[in-house]
C-alpha cells in the first residue's frame, strides 16, 4: 500500500495526513494559511436546478455541435463533457423541456441558426410516446 505524501504549499515540508500539512500550516505559515482558507473552492458537484447561464451555454454548444452527432444519446454525452456537474441523463432531460427549447430557439434565431434535430414532441416539451421514431435532419 503506497502512502500518500502531504508537502506543505510554502517550505514543502511533508506530511503523511492532510490534517498534519493543515496544522502545519496554520502555525508555522498562517498569513498563507489564512489565505488558503478563504479561497473560493470550485465545485463540480451536481446541483438540483439548472442556471439561465447553464442553459445558454448549453444551447450554445447543442448549436456548435448541430449536425454532428446523430442521436440524442450521442449528443447529451458530448454536451455532459462541457457542462461539469451534469451527467448525459439530466442534460437529456434538461432539453426536453419548454424553457431550454424556448432559450435554444432564441439563441439560434440570433445566430441565424434552424431548431434541426428537436422532434414535435420535444417542442412541446413532452417525451416522445412509444414506438416514436424521432429522425434528425441535415
Keep these: 500500500m503506497a502512502s500518500e505524501v502531504f508537502n506543505c504549499t510554502v517550505c514543502a515540508r511533508g506530511f503523511g495526513t492532510q490534517m498534519g500539512r493543515t496544522q502545519h500550516m496554520r502555525q508555522a505559515h498562517y498569513d498563507e494559511y489564512v489565505k488558503y482558507m478563504t479561497e473560493p ?17 448549453m444551447a450554445r454548444h447543442e448549436l456548435d455541435m448541430e449536425g ?19 451527467n448525459p441523463e439530466m442534460i437529456r432531460r434538461q432539453r426536453r423541456r419548454g424553457v431550454y427549447i424556448a432559450k435554444r430557439q432564441e439563441i439560434a434565431e440570433q445566430q441565424g441558426g434552424s431548431m434541426q434535430g428537436i422532434s414535435t414532441n420535444e417542442q412541446r416539451g413532452q417525451e416522445p410516446s412509444a414506438g416514436t421514431v424521432v429522425t434528425m435532419d441535415d
Design 68 to 86: 454532428h452527432y446523430m442521436t440524442e444519446k450521442d449528443l447529451a454525452q458530448a454536451l455532459s463533457r462541457v457542462m461539469p456537474g451534469r
Design 41 to 57: 473552492t470550485v465545485t463540480t458537484t451536481r446541483h438540483k436546478y439548472w442556471s439561465d447561464e447553464e442553459l445558454i451555454t
